[in-house]
């Protein structure tokens, strides 16, 4: 129904910058929410940045004011501008979208759609 295809990982070093893409196909027009998730070595996955439909952000404590979050409604892309990236960064970062009607997205819980994930790697 919805696919998503991410693009821009890679290797940098620490304090560097990276920008992750985004493109999802598929019946994009039922998406609400699309977000970025990361995992890393040994810690659990966690929603780093998201938008709503409606241009409404969020963002993950840690990444506050160095990531920021660009959603492009009408070609179907969101990116993920990546600043001062730490060590502990280092993740698998996957691209998210959230077909979840209302009554069940206020209920929290992951977006239901994934893409394949692109490796960021922060060391010198």
């Known amino acids: 129904q919805v696919q998503l295809v991410e693009s821009g990982g890679g290797l940098v070093q620490p304090g560097g910058s990276l920008r992750l893409s985004c493109a999802a196909s598929?019946?994009?027009?039922?998406?609400?929410?699309m977000g970025w998730y990361r995992q890393a070595p040994g810690k659990e996955r966690e929603l780093v940045a998201s938008?709503?439909?409606?241009?409404?952000?969020n963002y993950a404590d840690s990444v506050k004011g160095r990531f920021t979050i660009f959603r492009h409604i009408a070609t179907n892309v969101v990116h993920l501008q990546m600043d001062s990236l730490k060590p502990e960064e280092t993740a698998v970062y996957c691209c998210?979208?959230?077909?979840?009607?209302?009554?069940?997205?206020?209920?929290?819980?992951?977006?239901?759609?994934w893409g394949q994930g692109t490796q960021v790697t922060v060391s010198s």
């Open positions: 998210a979208a959230d077909t979840r009607p209302w009554p069940v997205r206020r209920t929290g819980g992951e977006y239901n759609y």
């Open positions: 598929g019946s994009i027009s039922v998406i609400s929410d």
């Open positions: 938008m709503a439909r409606g241009g409404i952000t």
